[in-house]
């Protein structure tokens, strides 16, 4: 990816969708069988490159989300079967995980941890995992959890990190910039993100 990343959407999306589309190129193709937990999102505006990419990679694509989708349901307790996947996405969506799903503000110990071991246990060997997470100091916030390196490899236990990619935002300048993990400790999620970690995982 880029070093800095112009802040077109006002938000970590001007990174999350960069780094997902990249992605799919360079991963998806038209054998590849992709589940995205949390796919429904709140402003499909920020979905329609990502769309185009997953329509261009020609992959088999479905969405597990307990508001919608082909596996409509809490992702952590859904019964998929026999059913194995390529590639697993989560796209800003497990930092949510402590909660999102129950409706409250409440903080539920390992619930993220649950949804990634979850994901492992749905991948074919050597298959993949997508990860967008807010980053910086490692505390849990009203509605998501912040991640640091630690956090992330506390999370991932059960994964190769084959790319890793963590920027902090330069609002002064509009734009996102490729930042050391260890210069992001004190970074907090306060009226928007200001630290964002982009990851794909490999099943290991």
């Avoid at 409250?104 to 994901?119: C, H, I, P, Q, S």
């Avoid at 963590?166 to 907090?188: Q, R």
């Amino acid at each position: 990816m880029e070093t800095e990343i112009v802040d077109l959407e006002k938000s970590e999306r001007s990174v999350e969708i960069l780094f997902t589309c990249e992605s799919i190129t360079k991963y998806f193709n038209s054998t590849t069988q992709v589940l995205e937990v949390g796919g429904v999102p709140t402003d499909y505006n920020h979905y329609a490159p990502i769309y185009d990419a997953l329509q261009k990679s020609g992959c088999n694509y479905s969405i597990s989300d307990f508001r919608g989708g082909e596996y409509q349901g809490d992702f952590v307790t859904y019964d998929f079967g026999d059913k194995k996947f390529d590639a697993i996405m989560f796209i800003s969506s497990l930092e949510h995980f402590p909660q999102c799903t129950e409706g409250d503000l409440v903080f539920r110990e390992a619930e993220d941890r649950k949804g990634y071991k979850k994901a492992l246990s749905l991948l074919h060997e050597g298959g993949i995992i997508f990860l967008t997470v807010p980053f910086g100091k490692p505390v849990w916030q009203e509605y998501h959890q912040n991640y640091n390196w630690e956090k992330i490899l506390e999370l991932t236990e059960g994964s190769i990190i084959k790319e890793a990619n963590t920027y902090s935002l330069d609002e002064e300048n509009n734009k996102w910039v490729s930042t050391d993990p260890a210069k992001m400790e004190e970074i907090l999620y306060t009226n928007r993100a200001y630290g964002v970690g982009c990851f794909v995982l490999e099943k290991g």
